[in-house]
């Protein structure tokens, strides 16, 4: 797709027009308008979006720091070609920030958001067994965010927060879950009963464990 077709044209809003910027762009490389390999001019950008090069020069700097472009100085930009390596550097990333994110909120946090997330995480079994892989992506995400928020750690939030395009891109057709819903449903119950018991050690460990990156893992 020429990056003309890409965009609708902004409407100008002050502070918030870079971040404006950076999220349509990066939608479009997630979603393909903008697909890998394609040249990426910050004028034709500029042009199509109604805006200044200068947010857009902002965004492209911003994307190439996570990866979805890449850049050769004073020849391209382009849209960043994602690898089999870049998958599992990813995956192994968010399995990593999943179990600090229960090990750190479950002492700490609330009675009252232990009782939200164990809901929620009722919400991720009830989409397991009905075996319904679309919802049970949905329902694991909303239930670590808000672990994550519940933890109190703010650079972890922002961390999580830059490196969210990236991993959304870079682990497509991830099935972490295993195929079987009846040993997932036993993972999650032992991971519901860790979280229960503000077991954070064991409910990193599960996660990991779960997802084979185990603790102490060591690159090969």
């Known amino acids: ?36 390999g394609l040249t990426l001019k910050d004028v034709d950008l500029a042009e199509s979006l109604g805006v200044s090069r200068t947010p857009v020069r902002e965004a492209l700097q911003r994307l190439e720091r996570i990866g979805l472009v890449e850049v050769a100085a004073n020849r391209w930009t382009r849209v960043s070609v994602p690898d089999h390596k870049l998958y599992e550097d990813s995956r192994e990333f968010m399995v990593y920030m999943m179990g600090n994110a229960l090990s750190m909120a479950l002492p700490r946090c609330s009675d009252e958001d232990l009782e939200t997330a164990l809901r929620m995480l009722d919400d991720v079994i009830a989409a397991s067994d009905a075996n319904d892989h679309g919802r049970l992506v949905q329902t694991n995400a909303t239930f670590f965010r808000f672990v994550m928020d519940a933890g109190g750690n703010a650079v972890m939030r922002t961390v ?21 819903p009846v040993e997932r449903r036993v993972d999650y119950l032992a991971l519901r009963e860790a979280v229960a018991a503000r077991d ?3 409910a990193e460990a599960l996660i990991r464990l779960r997802h084979r990156v185990p603790l102490g893992m060591t690159r090969r």
């Open 1 to 36: 797709m020429s990056i003309d077709a890409a965009f609708s044209r902004l409407e100008p809003r002050g502070a918030t027009l870079r971040e404006d910027v950076y999220s349509v762009i990066a939608e479009a490389i997630l979603d393909g308008r903008l697909e890998p």
């Open 160 to 180: 999580m927060d830059e490196a969210d395009y990236a991993m959304r891109r870079n682990t497509v057709g991830w099935q972490p879950y295993g195929e079987d």
């Open 200 to 202: 954070g050690e064991s």
